[in-house]
Nanobody
């Protein structure tokens, strides 16, 4: 029900754009989010956006990442600029009725930033 795309490898300072497409029950959910998990670390929120466009960003990505949403197609994108090696992780799309993480996850997409 959630399919991510757009990961890859980039040098520090570069940009990548992730996209997540939802279907089925996802169409009724209010908040879509991006999380990431680096090796040996817990999964953490990167950015979230509601149906009305309210957003929430992790402090570590504020000013660098932009989350956007196409309501008709239930697609959420994450534009990642000025990437740093510490942004390296598997990025997951999530959908929920509220701002807390839901049970609906995509398969994940790897982002690798080299110094």
């Amino acid at each position: 029900q959630l399919v991510e795309s757009g990961g890859g490898s980039v040098q520090a300072g570069g940009s990548l754009r992730l996209s997540c497409a939802g279907s089925g029950d996802i169409l009724r959910m209010n908040v879509m989010s991006w999380y990431r998990q680096a090796p040996g670390k817990q999964r953490e929120l990167v950015a979230a956006i509601s149906r009305v466009g309210a957003t929430n960003y992790a402090d570590s990505v504020k000013g660098r990442f932009i989350i956007s949403r196409e309501y008709d197609k239930t697609i959420v994108d994450l534009q990642m600029n000025s990437l740093k090696p510490e942004d390296t992780a598997v990025y997951y799309c999530n959908a929920a009725y509220g701002w807390s993480r839901g049970d609906n996850w995509g398969q994940g997409t790897q982002v690798t930033v080299s110094s």
